[in-house]
């Protein structure tokens, strides 16, 4: 643990709890993110197009907290909303 002084102590205490929310969040994302593929997998169309609004707010929420880094959300938005187009055109 951090020195003694009490900005250390308290700073130290901070980071534990933000750890856990950081942790809840990315877990969630990689959740619901896992579930969209899954459909996609199975080749639903309707059911995908259907679950990426949700899936895309998830990530932006992820990045309003700080969780994820804005290109990197973007760069799963993209990438999963090819992957939904593609199945829904072909």
């Known amino acids: 643990m951090a020195e003694r002084h009490k900005s250390a102590i308290k700073r130290h205490r901070q980071s534990l709890k933000q750890a ?34 949700s899936v895309i707010s998830t990530i932006d929420k992820a990045v309003t907290k700080g969780v994820i880094h804005r290109n990197s959300a973007a760069r799963r938005i993209s990438r999963l909303s090819h992957q939904v187009a593609k199945l829904a055109k072909g």
């Open 20 to 53: 856990a929310r950081n942790k809840t969040v990315r877990t969630h994302v990689r959740h619901t993110i896992r579930e969209l593929r899954e459909v996609i997998g199975r080749a639903e169309a309707k059911a995908a197009g259907d679950m990426l609004p």
